[in-house]
């Protein structure tokens, strides 16, 4: 599947292709995305073609950003609760692409995207010190702090 983000992004479903495209940027990357998400600094390609291959969409996805036609990051979707109509969304854009409202421009297509599909609500799992993520939360209309924890936030951006 594509989402058509603006002229210069587009969304693609990962796959085996675009996830060892991107992967060189990811590990590059690796000792920032540490701080934000459970990685080893030994994961390896393998691990993300095994995702590939598990997957269920559309509520357990992931999407390869494309800038200019160059992969650049992931937004990705993960427990989906049915009975409330909500799911965790996250993302990175690999540094060398940052500022450029890239991550901005992809999370609102995805959430349109998601609110096609009838859902509720987009759910975000932040640590208190990810300022960049925080601040892109809060730019989402209606966003709102739900849960503030030792270790990190959720917040709830509303769909419908």
Not at 51 to 62: G, I, W
Not at 68 to 79: H, K
Request: glycine share 4%; charged share 25%; with cysteine.
């Amino acid at each position: 599947m594509e989402l058509v983000v603006n002229d210069n992004i587009q969304l693609k479903t990962i796959d085996h292709e675009n996830a060892a495209m991107l992967f060189p940027l990811f590990k590059s990357d690796l000792k920032e995305i540490s701080q934000w998400f459970p990685f080893d600094e030994d994961y390896k390609l393998e691990y993300d073609f095994a995702y590939v291959d598990e997957k269920k969409p559309p509520f357990d996805e992931t999407f390869v950003i494309f800038y200019n036609g160059e992969p650049c990051g992931r937004v990705g979707l993960y427990d989906y609760n049915q009975d409330k109509g909500e799911i965790y969304l996250y993302y990175w854009v690999a540094s060398l692409y940052r500022r450029k409202h890239i991550a901005i421009d992809s999370v609102l297509t995805v959430m349109d995207y998601l609110k096609s599909l009838g859902l509720k609500g987009v759910l975000f799992d932040v640590k208190k010190e990810n300022e960049h993520s925080i601040a892109l939360i809060n730019c989402l209309s209606d966003a709102v702090l739900l849960k503030d924890g030792a270790s990190g936030q959720i917040y709830e951006s509303p769909l419908q």
